[in-house]
Each structure stands twice: as structure tokens, then as C-alpha cells.
């Protein structure tokens, strides 16, 4: 493309695995140099969180509710730091139940929520 106008191939992520989905083609619509070279530099790249979960988690939406671990102490203002680790817990959990107001759900009904890595490891979710 010219130097002043430029698209892009971004993408989306699932909010339980990090999964790139979603995928979208972008492009500047005022046409300058400054513009153009912040959509090049977006090529490639997650855009933010899809408000769905991905096919492979929405297998298990009926049974559980995923549980992704956290670190607090490097979380902040720009966001929560995810260790890694993701467990899918049976919806019946007395957790669930007695903190129902924790789990948030995505657009198509996958239940999540999250949780200090050290916390779920005392109660032997995560390893």
C-alpha cells in the first residue's frame, strides 16, 4: 500500500485460554503517515478480549466453570497477570455456590472466574 494508508490482520482472544480468534482486517480511514504505521505496527496482534469464549472451551460450558489463576502482586492498573494456569471446576463446586457473584460469563454462556494462583493450590485446583 501507499505510505500513508495501510490495513492490518488482527485478531481477538478467548478470555478463558488466550486462544486467537475473531480474526478482522483493519485499515486507517484518514490517510496519513502517523496512522498508517500504527496499523502496520497492529498487524498480527491481539486487539483485546473476544466477549465470547472459543469453540474448545464452550465444550465444556454445561459442566463447569473455568477458574484461571492470577498473580496479584504483578496485576495492577493495566491489567490482570494470568499465570498460566486454567482449570475447569464442577459447576457444583460449594465455592460456586457461596461466591456466585465472582463468576462473570461470557456472550455464550461460559462461566469463568478468576482466582490467586496461591489460593487455588491451598484448595487444590491448581498444582
Not at 496482534?45 to 469464549?53: F, L, M, P
Amino acid at each position: 500500500m501507499s505510505d500513508i494508508f495501510s490495513a492490518a490482520l488482527v485478531h481477538e482472544v478467548c478470555p478463558i485460554c488466550c486462544k486467537a480468534m475473531n480474526e478482522q482486517i483493519i485499515m486507517n480511514t484518514i490517510g496519513n503517515k502517523k496512522n498508517a504505521k500504527a496499523i502496520d505496527e497492529a498487524n498480527g496482534k491481539a486487539i483485546g478480549y473476544s466477549k465470547n469464549a472459543c469453540e474448545e472451551c464452550c465444550k465444556h460450558k454445561d459442566d463447569g466453570v473455568y477458574v484461571i489463576a492470577i498473580d496479584p502482586t504483578r496485576s495492577g492498573d493495566d491489567g490482570i497477570y494470568r499465570t498460566g494456569q486454567i482449570a475447569c471446576v464442577n459447576k457444583n463446586f460449594q465455592l460456586f455456590k457461596d461466591k456466585s457473584d465472582y463468576i462473570l460469563k461470557t456472550d455464550n454462556g461460559v462461566s469463568f472466574m478468576f482466582m490467586e494462583e496461591e489460593a487455588g493450590k491451598l484448595i487444590g485446583i491448581f498444582k
